[in-house]
């Protein structure tokens, strides 16, 4: 049942370098520094304490987590079967922070910062999980900003803006948060600089699909409508133009202007030739 939290990367290491999170509302949220300690019911409907990594958490991290006065709020939430089937993630903030950003605390605390939703198999917005800290008087991390960027300079301008937040509330970073795509990354405070550039696009600004993926695309295209019939246009176009769309899409790239273009100009051969390349790539034991 439990489940390890997300691991967050920065942005600029993301599967698409960040451009999945184009035109998607994003969510950042202050990123609190401590342990990473989550809450959940077994099948006995006893309480776990996991860490980052153990489902079992440390003796030391379980017994600083149960002397908080989160803990006994936090069990009444996992017990409230209402709630359903949900693991808790929080930040257990020690008196000292490990990095020593955030000023000392007289007390050990929990923060809650994600609920995953078992059944559903995915992370609970933002909203709902406040909900369930508000109700069961229990910290959640702030939101530092939300917004939706429509290029890679307004992403990352709007980064800059976050942690120059987190530098004057003393927080370590932000967490940038697309919930419905589930798609998550972390940036710290002591990243490089980037320029704030303000865009006024209404759509995003991706950037142009480079001749691999488009060759890649053409390759599928060739093996769905068969070489016999790879020169009748009607019939290799409309599956050209939706396999390049897929490519597109998957990863975040400007549909090319010229595809027809390339589906004639691309000699055969050089096609058949990656398709054959690509093979011998999946196939090799190495």
């Known amino acids: 049942m439990w489940r390890k939290y997300t691991s967050l990367e920065r942005v600029r290491r993301l599967r698409n370098e960040g451009r999945e999170l184009l035109g998607q509302r994003i969510l950042a949220t202050e990123k609190r520094d401590g342990e ?6 077994d099948e006995n409907r006893e309480v776990r304490i996991s860490s980052h990594n153990l489902e079992d958490a440390a003796k030391d991290i379980q017994s600083r987590m149960k002397a908080t006065p989160e803990y006994p709020k936090v069990v009444d939430l996992l017990n409230d079967e209402y709630q359903g089937n949900i693991i808790v993630y929080g930040e257990l903030i020690k008196k000292v922070s490990p990095t020593r950003i955030e000023r000392r605390k007289k007390y050990v605390h929990w923060v809650l910062f994600d609920v995953y939703d078992v059944d559903a198999g995915r992370y609970m917005p933002y909203n709902w999980i406040y909900q369930l800290a508000y109700h069961y008087k229990i910290p959640i991390v702030r939101i530092v900003d939300e917004f939706i960027p429509m290029s890679e300079g307004e992403l990352f301008g709007k980064i800059e803006e976050a942690k120059k937040w987190c530098k004057r509330h003393c927080r370590e970073g932000v967490v940038l948060k697309d919930y ?3 798609v998550f990354a972390k940036e710290k405070i002591d990243l490089p600089k980037r320029p704030k550039l303000k865009q006024t696009q209404t759509r995003p600004e991706y950037p142009p699909m480079p001749e691999e ?5 053409l390759m599928h295209a060739l093996d769905e409508v068969g070489e016999e019939n790879w020169k009748d246009k009607a019939k290799a176009m409309p599956v050209v133009a939706r396999h390049v ?9 400007n549909m090319p202007r010229n595809i027809y273009s390339y589906y004639v100009n691309m000699p055969l051969e050089t096609i058949k030739a ?13």
């Open 213 to 217: 993926t488009i060759i890649r695309a």
């Open 274 to 286: 990656k398709t054959i390349n690509s093979q011998q790539l999946r196939n090799d034991p190495k």
């Open 180 to 182: 419905k795509n589930q």
């Open 245 to 253: 769309a897929t490519e597109a899409r998957e990863h975040n790239y």
């Open 36 to 41: 990473n300690t989550s809450l959940w019911l």
